[in-house]
């Protein structure tokens, strides 16, 4: 796991080299580097190996996809946003570059992360790399990613089109789980997975999605700003719509058990010691409430 | 001309249904579908159309161009940024729809358009598609559009690494030149245009791109609001960098008409009359000033 985390790591500085204009470039990698769990670029590559696939050829996706990730919290913690000035226990980017640099470095991601699918993704066919950017494309954008946040911040508001329950399932199938199910999916797709392999990986993705989520919001509960290293409590603060302030933290953490188990279940067969270290690391954690 | 406009209308409102989460697609489609000249998508579609191919071809690439250029206006738009409360002579987006709205608006744009191209572009082989779509990264991000953009942001703060002439030419050529080169570009290609083609088709994009900016800066010192449907004499309040207060009125007018010879010239063997009909339009225009 430590290996793959630094191995993206260190791709991520390569990909994307400091030219003029420096100031966009540098908003770009300030919330890019900062240190994190790497979950979603490692995911991707460990389903691209344990389907027998070189990782080498996952990088550029799974980069592209962190890009992503960083882009959306970027603009999440903009003022008009979720208006939170730290992020992995740092100034967030707009506290250091200014509120326009960070609207414009997510702009930038946003472009980026495909263009380095497109160029880094030599080893790989054309029709292959189309459906990577495709895949980018349709989780990333307005039928899933951000339509999760845009259901998520007028829920804030508390505005429902649906009922709470349907909608506190948009959000998490959305706005989280749709990352997670972009970078399965695309080291199934890079690793050349069929069809019926790649719905299960799909389905696991999807669970997972879902759980770390519950995850985060009983974390967002009982953590302090230490352990998660952006502002707590934030969720309960604001009327928030999470599966805690819906059910209850019991219930939260009864439907975390039983999410995990299916979680082991469907990826147990393929045996692998980064899927089930990350699993194990959520329920351990869950387990110490 | 007006044939043009109104099938790129056509095609963006069909391009985009709104479906649940309304308020997203609702917020995309409102300055989306505000009347404009269509610009970019006309070029790229008469691009197309004048090396021998169906526009039908070009269509979803020049509805996405004009995606991006949209999305580039409602982030230029918000309150951060240039501050512009109208657009197109209506209140901007984020006016209508609030901030946050505005920047996932914007957002969602940026991963729908290149989705548009991949998923409705179905005569083209899929090398083609992605021609298309790694065209749109380069010229829509950090390399070309969003640099030009970050470059004029920071000239507006008196904050310079080159020359003012340097920065100046530098903010053209990205952020504005850049999408047009996009448009010609894309047109080329869906018509499978030869690289020497291509190439000259470029030079007039650049200096479109150039003589537009120019034409935009002359008329922001001249025109009124009923004119351009947006604040103006803003460049000039806000001591910004633009061609006029560089070198002055009769200047900037002398160097758009060597510009639009120029242009003249490279366009006129293809006797396009969309292509004329636009640059008529601005040199009688500037000739009226």
Redesign the interface.
């Known amino acids: 796991m430590k290996n793959l985390i630094s191995l993206v790591d260190k791709k991520l500085d390569e990909y994307m080299p400091i030219t ?6 540098k908003a ?1 990698k300030y919330t890019l580097m900062l240190p994190g769990k790497r979950l979603r670029p490692v995911m991707c590559l460990e389903t691209a190996r344990m389907l027998g696939c070189d990782i080498e050829k996952a990088m550029p996706a799974a980069c592209a996809i962190e890009m992503l990730h960083v ?1 959306s919290l970027i ?1 999440d913690d ?1 003022p ?2 979720d208006n939170d000035d730290f992020r992995r226990g740092k100034p967030s980017n707009h506290k250091v570059f ?4 960070a ?2 470095a ?3 991601l ?3 992360a ?2 380095l699918i ?2 880094k993704s030599k080893d790989l066919s ?2 292959t ?2 459906k990577l ?2 895949e ?3 989780w ?3 039928y899933a990613l ?2 999760g ?3 998520d ?2 829920s804030e508001g508390g505005k429902y ?1 649906k009922s709470p329950e349907e909608t506190l399932d948009f959000i998490h199938m959305n706005k989280t789980a749709a990352l997670f199910r972009l970078a399965i999916r695309s080291g199934a797709i890079v690793a050349g997975a069929e069809e019926d392999e790649l719905e299960n990986l799909d389905e696991f993705a999807g669970k997972f999605g879902l759980l770390f989520q519950i995850y985060d919001d009983i974390m967002d509960e009982i953590s302090s700003f230490e352990e998660l290293g952006k502002t707590v409590g934030k969720d309960k603060n604001s009327g928030k719509l999470t599966y805690v302030s819906l059910y209850g933290l019991e219930e939260a953490k009864n439907k975390f058990h039983s999410l995990i188990q299916e979680c082991y279940d469907i990826i147990g067969k393929y045996n692998s010691k980064i899927f089930t270290e990350i699993l194990n690391k959520l329920r351990d954690r869950i387990l110490g409430v």
Do not use: S
């Open positions: 003029y204009p420096e100031d966009i470039f770009m882009q603009h903009l008009c946003m200014g509120e326009a640099n609207v414009l997510g702009d930038a946003l472009t980026f495909p263009q497109i160029e054309e029709p790399v189309l950017v495709h980018f494309t349709k990333g954008g307005a951000i339509a946040q845009v259901v911040i007028e089109v």
